[in-house]
């Protein structure tokens, strides 16, 4: 379907009803009225000459607030939790990157997406240039290419990444030092044994 020029994002189609997403075509016309052809897939095409498109305004996304925490399934990552406003229902071609004091950029792995909740995961054990002290620029982009920036301290990935290593549990070493006791034991025992047997020879 195409409305003047431009080719439209179809909701839903039928025999007798076919339902436009303006939202999904950003490079419509706003402007009427224009024509617009509908196209089936004989190739078979129909045109109405008088059609205005009303495209409602897309606002850009918001940060409110970003929260940093290691995730349990790898300390040495960091979660990073961002909630906000319009940042549209569906991830899509959208996404969420980080920018260092030197200009670096990279983006971070989605886990969860929704209008105003991120979830995403920095993986700090990959990315040495994360661990130079400093702040970074976070930026959520929207699959409407609408973006929205702050700025995260670095120092507080780090103090994290610290705790959570401090807390991670070690090996347990209570079955070898058993092993040792008990090594000790059987060692004074035969000792033990043995000037019994060298008194009574």
Known sequence: MRAGLNAMA???WSDTK???????????????????TV?????QTATYP???????????????????GAPATNPE???VTITGTNFLEAQGTGCVSITTPAGTSLQLSVQS???VKIVAVLHMSKEAMIHNPGTFTLAVTTAQNESSSTQVAIAAIHRNLRTAASKA?????????LLALVAVLV???????????????
């Open 187 to 201: 060692g004074v025992g035969w000792l033990d044994l043995r000037r019994r047997r060298s008194r009574v020879s």
């Open 18 to 36: 076919i339902v436009i997403r303006p939202e999904d075509s950003p490079t419509a016309t706003k402007d009427g009225p224009s024509p617009i």
């Open 10 to 12: 179809v909701g839903s």
């Open 169 to 177: 549990p070690g090996p347990d070493m209570r079955p070898y030092i």
């Open 113 to 115: 997406w929704s209008s």
């Open 39 to 43: 196209t089936n897939a004989r190739g």
């Open 77 to 79: 990552d960091q979660t």
């Open 50 to 68: 008088n059609f205005s498109l009303i495209v409602p305004k897309i606002q850009p996304p918001t940060i409110i607030t970003v929260a940093l």
